[in-house]
């Protein structure tokens, strides 16, 4: 559960953070007044661009599969946020494929190696 674990941090920072389920009433009003939005719902395209408040910075952390029959797989995958749109009005906006998932795969891996590491000097 990514959300959860930047909400604690970012508490940890003195910010004030929402939750929102993704089923949640009037998101957009909620996520429309919000200087950082972190999208983790699980749903392709879940926010779109008139959701974004002018300026935002939007980490967008979804990965989900959409039929798309040009593509030889069938499908394509795509975040939780309407990247054409969100990008027209965000101030800063991780791209989709590439923007969290690298920085993900380099802490992993920093983290397995940092284990053992600790296993090693044992």
């Known amino acids: 559960m990514v959300e959860l674990s930047v909400a604690l941090l970012l508490?940890?920072?003195d910010a004030t953070v929402t939750i929102i389920h993704?089923?949640?009433?009037?998101s957009k009003s909620i996520i429309r007044e919000a200087d950082i939005?972190?999208?983790a719902?699980?749903?392709?395209?879940?926010?779109e661009g008139d959701w974004i408040k002018s300026g935002a910075a939007v980490i967008d952390v979804?990965?989900?599969?959409?039929?798309?029959p040009s593509r030889i797989s069938g499908y394509r995958v795509v975040g939780d946020v309407d990247f054409e749109e969100a990008s027209k009005v965000a101030g800063w906006l991780t791209p989709f494929p590439g923007g969290v998932g690298p920085m993900t795969v380099a802490m992993l891996?920093?983290?397995?190696?940092?284990?053992v590491k600790r296993k090693i000097t044992q």
């Open 11 to 13: 508490l940890k920072a």
């Open 22 to 26: 993704s089923h949640a009433h009037d």
């Open 37 to 39: 939005v972190i999208a």
């Open 62 to 68: 979804g990965t989900n599969a959409i039929d798309d």
């Open 109 to 115: 891996i920093k983290n397995t190696l940092d284990g």
């Open 41 to 47: 719902a699980g749903q392709a395209k879940m926010i």
